[in-house]
């Protein structure tokens, strides 16, 4: 694949994961600087995403709530809590994984991320009442 294709393959993957209105949102800038911040960080991030290789979206996306747990990037870890499901990973497994990030970043980076999952299925339950 070349460079161009390589970006339409990152975005792509980057809208089956967080969504269209979210990229939509991010993208809508019209200062051309702007365009090529979220170009860049499409390509480097979300490229990694659409690789082959042994790592599955499932997975890469349990890394990424480990990594942003484990950073502090907790604005971060909830986009990708929200749009965890569109990469397969369940409810279990995120309980799963914040008794690794208590293990290996810490108990207030795990208490942080429990308290985001806890509101984000608070507003999934309430959306589907």
Known sequence: MGKDDDLQ??????RRILGD?????????????AQDFQDHLTAMAWGAWAREGALS???R??????????????EEFELHAKASPNAGVTDDELDELL??????????????SRRILAGIRAERDADRS
């Open 61 to 74: 996306s349990l890394l990424v709530l480990a990594m942003t747990a484990a950073t502090g990037r907790m």
């Open 21 to 33: 209105a979210y990229v939509d949102s991010v993208t809508a800038s019209a200062d051309p600087a």
């Open 9 to 14: 393959a990152a975005y792509a993957m980057r």
């Open 99 to 112: 008794f690794q990030i208590a293990g290996y970043a810490g108990g207030p980076a795990a208490v942080a």
């Open 57 to 59: 979206t499932r997975d």
